[in-house]
């Protein structure tokens, strides 16, 4: 299997997810493909996958100079870190 193939899942096959914008919490138009996750578990209806803002954060974003709040540890078990430090999800511009 190539990296770029999705396992399917047997119960719930390419278990699609509606990504949503970690600035907003708003559906940012994608939609990812998990397949087969752990103990074969049906992907959440939405998720944060990254920390890519969506179309209307970027555009917020472009007008000036943008502060982000992070942290050393991360907000809860399963927060990926950025470049060693977990961002709050608080921004200002």
Same mark, same amino acid.
């Given at each position: 299997?190539?990296?770029?193939?999705?396992?399917?899942?047997?119960?719930?096959?390419?278990?699609?997810?509606?990504?949503?914008?970690?600035?907003?919490?708003?559906? %940012?138009?994608?939609?990812? *493909?998990?397949? &087969?996750?752990?103990?074969?578990? +049906? /992907?959440?209806?939405?998720?944060?996958?990254?920390?890519?803002?969506? %179309?209307?954060?970027?555009? *917020?974003?472009? &007008?000036?100079?943008?502060?982000? +709040? /992070?942290?050393?540890?991360?907000?809860?078990?399963?927060?990926?870190?950025?470049?060693?430090?977990?961002?709050?999800?608080?921004?200002?511009?």
């Amino acid at each position: 299997m190539g990296k770029n193939n999705v396992r399917l899942s047997g119960r719930h096959g390419v278990n699609p997810t509606v990504v949503i914008c970690f600035w907003c919490g708003q559906d %940012n138009g994608e939609i990812a *493909l998990l397949g &087969k996750l752990p103990g074969d578990v +049906e /992907a959440p209806r939405r998720m944060m996958l990254n920390y890519n803002p969506c %179309n209307s954060c970027k555009e *917020l974003m472009s &007008k000036g100079i943008t502060m982000m +709040e /992070a942290s050393d540890t991360p907000g809860n078990d399963v927060q990926p870190d950025f470049q060693g430090y977990y961002p709050t999800g608080r921004w200002l511009l």
